[in-house]
């Protein structure tokens, strides 16, 4: 063997030569912008010594504003549900548009089956079903729900994987499907007054116990079973893939799947939370997915990127939803911010490929 | 038929709607031989690699393996029965690392049933990669790096250890060298010996002369579709070599071959 080949030097296994993780990198940029909105808050003329993080009121048993901290992951906790699908979808080199309009008609139609029979003692004004679909046990309606979810993720991933439609074109159209199916459920009119059981999975911080159970299963799912491995191994190279053996259409299949569910449960727990389902929720989540995982280091060219980056931008986009709100910057400039850190990020991915190309 | 044959194919034909890459090849291996396949671009010498490894599925004919006649399905099932094959593309996964990309398709897993959601062995894999670079006298700084920013050469020898560390029974290596450099060139031909000296026997698909002159028992050259010479390396030259290749000459036991 010869030993004067460059860029050699054994076999050992060096810790040290880990290169420094992308997720590090995200929770630097998430630290960076929460002391932005630190400092903005204390130089803004108007904003009277208000303090973003911490507590302003001298409470003696804390430091940080927690309502504050409560309502930043609350308001990203159900898209990022449906962030961690879309995650995974991007990792194999594809992309779900379809999941805003899922969640609305999952939200539907899972709540048809999620309401109470008697509402102060009335009978529910809002009933699409007869009495046989009141009050029924909260499995029913998440179980419907995720059936419906499974369905619609299989349709995606059928015509992505075996009649190669593109996957931007194929939940192109699913969007579409999905809102008019949203439309068509009940007419246009929302369907209301869940049960108490119904109603709980949603209430309080649920939709964040699930989106940290979920991400916490997804983690382990992704970095240590074979599932994950071949989702990294098709976005990373789907002909090596295919040449080792891996059923990659079927594996897709799978992954748009779970996709489907993971964004249908977020349209269970959405009604839940709201009491009430409406064909017009869910607009612009499939974008802020995205822009979650994106924002998080999932290279949109496929097999890179994690669980733990897809939370941490989640957390990125709720911070800066709230400290746009805390410094009292209109909607209108918020979605525009929005929109340019999302193609900062983009380019920023793009320059990290070039880099190590 | 000898279980000394490692692998014979008989009128192994494939036809692309019209185009006919390959025509009615008669092929045999014993064991422990080297065989290169030779031949211009487009003269079947990949197509004929991939009938074998069931990477495609041929139009007609027979191939047998160690005596046994086979029918792959696909890539997974040739290199279960023994087949390991290093592609002209490298068949390999940019963003995943050493032990991830020897064991792509075939991981080691415990609670098997979990189905798709069975666990890796990350260390079992690890010390299996360990084992097979070593016998390959591959050296790779730390397994653990993505493949992407690897070396050309540190490449080819991932793809080529994978045959170590699955004691496959058959090597095929489609081009190996055709992308590196002169350093690494040497370090894979120094694996292909060390192969030869193990007894692995080995079909290697080259346009490099020099390399097969050096490191094969047999060469076989192929010309539009059609098997055309089967010579021994002791009885023929590089000129020879040429004259079938460029269609000058032709074999006398393939006369009207071509």
């Known amino acids: 063997m010869s030993d004067t080949s460059h860029g050699t030097g054994g076999l050992t296994f060096d810790k040290t030569k880990r290169t420094w993780p992308n997720e590090m990198n995200i929770l630097l940029a998430l630290i960076i912008i929460v002391v932005i909105f630190e400092i903005l808050g204390q130089i803004l003329p108007y904003m009277n010594d208000q303090s973003f993080l911490f ?247 496929g097999g890179r990127g994690s669980i733990i980056g897809t939370v941490l931008g989640a957390m990125v986009l709720g911070v800066i939803r709230s400290g746009f709100t805390y410094i009292k910057l209109d909607g209108s400039y918020q979605l525009m911010a929005m929109g340019s850190i999302i193609i900062a990020a983009i380019i920023l991915d793009q320059y990290r490929q070039r880099n190590k190309a | 038929m000898s279980e000394d044959i490692v692998l014979k194919t008989e009128e192994l034909t494939k036809h692309y709607g019209g185009v006919h890459a390959l025509v009615g090849a008669n092929f045999e291996m014993k064991k422990g031989e080297h065989i290169a396949i030779m031949g211009d671009n487009g003269a079947g010498k990949s197509t004929f690699v991939r009938q074998i490894t069931g990477v495609e599925q041929r139009t007609s004919g027979k191939v047998w393996l160690y005596g046994e006649e086979v029918n792959f399905a696909g890539p997974l099932d040739a290199r279960e029965a023994g087949i390991e094959t290093v592609f002209q593309t490298l068949a390999l996964a940019d963003d995943l690392d050493v032990p991830d990309n020897l064991f792509l398709g075939r991981e080691k897993t415990y609670a098997n049933w979990l189905g798709p959601f069975r666990l890796l062995d990350y260390k079992g894999m690890r010390e299996a990669t360990m084992a097979g670079l070593e016998k390959t006298g591959v050296k790779i700084p730390n397994i ?115």
């Open chain 1, 55 to 301: 507590d302003t009121r001298d409470r003696f048993d804390s430091i940080f504003n927690e309502a504050r901290l409560q309502i930043i992951i609350l308001q990203v906790a159900i898209i990022g549900i449906i962030a961690l699908g879309v995650t995974q979808v991007i990792i194999t080199a594809g992309i779900d548009l379809s999941s805003g309009p899922l969640v609305a008609a999952t939200a539907m139609i899972a709540m048809s089956f999620g309401q109470t029979e008697l509402v102060n003692g009335f009978p529910n004004p809002k009933a699409l079903f007869g009495t046989w679909a009141m009050d029924l046990p909260v499995v029913v309606p998440i179980v419907v729900g995720l059936s419906f979810g499974a369905f619609i993720g299989a349709i995606n991933g059928t015509f992505i994987a075996f009649l190669r439609i593109p996957p931007f074109i194929a939940t192109l159209g699913m969007f579409l499907i999905c809102r008019g199916i949203a439309l068509w459920w009940s007419g246009g009119n929302p369907v209301s007054f869940p049960t108490e059981s119904y109603k709980y999975i949603g209430s309080g911080m649920m939709p964040v116990v699930w989106f940290l159970s979920l991400a916490a299963i997804f983690h382990l799912i992704m970095r240590y079973t074979v599932y994950g491995k071949h989702t990294y191994a098709i976005g990373s190279n789907e002909e090596a893939a295919r040449m080792s053996g891996i059923n990659v259409k079927r594996h897709k299949v799978m992954v748009y799947m779970i996709a489907s569910m993971l964004a249908a449960f977020a349209g269970v727990i959405l009604a839940a939370k709201s009491e009430t389902a409406q064909a017009g929720m869910g607009e612009f989540y499939e974008l802020f997915a995205i822009a979650m995982a994106v924002i998080g280091g999932i290279s949109l060219q």
């Open chain 2, 144 to 258: 653990r790096n993505s493949i992407r920013n690897m070396s050309g050469g540190q490449r080819q020898c991932v793809a080529i250890a994978r045959t170590a560390t699955f004691h496959s029974r058959l090597t095929i290596m489609d081009e190996p060298t055709a992308a590196l450099g002169v350093q690494e060139t040497a370090q894979v031909e120094n694996i292909i010996r060390t192969l030869k000296e193990a007894g692995e026997p080995l079909i290697l698909v080259s346009h490099n002369m020099r390399q097969v002159m050096e490191l094969v028992d047999r060469i076989i050259v192929f010309r539009r579709g059609r098997m055309v010479a089967n010579l021994r390396k002791e009885d023929t030259n590089g000129e020879d070599v040429v004259a079938y290749i460029t269609g000058a000459k032709t074999g006398a036991e393939f006369e009207g071959a071509a």
